[in-house]
T-cell receptor
Framework: KAGVTQTPRYLIKTRGQQVTLSCSPI?????VSWYQQTPGQGLQFLFE???????NKGNFPGRFSGRQFSNSRSEMNVSTLELGDSALYLC?????????????FGSGTQLSVL | GQNIDQPTEMTATEGAIVQINCTYQTSGFNGLFWYQQHAGEAPTFLSYNVLDGLEEKGRFSSFLSRSKGYSYLLLKELQMKDSASYLC??????????FGGGTRLMVKP
């Protein structure tokens, strides 16, 4: 059974550009959540999707957005990139949302903003 | 707000026992997770606690005290491969998972 797949693995952008990251969950998993990981802040929750609906959103500006498709694949978009957006973006999936559901993480997309 | 505290770094010796503490202050509580993350890799699930007490799984155990807002992860018979970051995460009443900053554990021979 394939794990959570994130593409691309590495990305270099310049300030002001926009970027789209992709996440394919484990087959059968319908819940996808996104996290930003930086050395100083640790993992910070971005948003969670289930059945194409955003269930929860973290404390990030509106430049960060996401969506989920009918096949449970998810994308996140960051517009007007800033230097501080440089981070590892992790996607995680679970069968359904729920406080007792363990998350399966992808290897992440390392975004560098120059 | 949500606040989860863990030590930034710990060092231990191969074969020893180490305890990684996590204290939390969150708006409600719906469960606590521990994840392991090796450098450059994805976090992987270690344990889940929702009731007070100790959950044992092989060399790893996790303890929870909800009244104290406290958990620890206990690693026994340390191996070099246990060198990694250990992440404590809490589900709050709004079903949002908040992670602590992680504890980087270095195991020395």
């Amino acid at each position: 059974k394939a794990g959570v797949t994130q593409t691309p693995r590495y990305l270099i952008k310049t300030r002001g550009q926009q970027v789209t990251l992709s996440c394919s969950p484990i087959s059968g998993h319908r819940s996808v959540s996104w996290y930003q990981q930086t050395p100083g802040q640790g993992l910070q929750f971005l948003f969670e999707y289930f059945s194409e609906t955003q269930r929860n959103k973290g404390n990030f500006p509106g430049r960060f957005s996401g969506r989920q498709f009918s096949n449970s694949r998810s994308e996140m978009n960051v517009s007007t990139l800033e230097l501080g957006d440089s981070a590892l973006y992790l996607c995680a999936s679970s069968l359904v949302p729920g406080s007792n559901e363990k998350l399966f993480f992808g290897s992440g997309t390392q975004l560098s903003v120059l | 707000g949500q606040n989860i505290d863990q030590p930034t770094e710990m060092t231990a010796t191969e074969g020893a026992i180490v305890q990684i503490n996590c204290t939390y202050q969150t708006s409600g509580f719906n469960g606590l997770f521990w994840y392991q993350q090796h450098a450059g890799e994805a976090p992987t699930f270690l344990s889940y606690n929702v009731l007070d007490g100790l959950e044992e799984k092989g060399r790893f155990s996790s303890f929870l005290s909800r009244s104290k807002g406290y958990s620890y992860l206990l690693l026994k018979e340390l191996q070099m491969k246990d060198s990694a970051s250990y992440l404590c995460a809490v589900y709050n009443a709004g079903n949002m998972l908040t992670f602590g900053g992680g504890t980087r554990l270095m195991v020395k021979p």
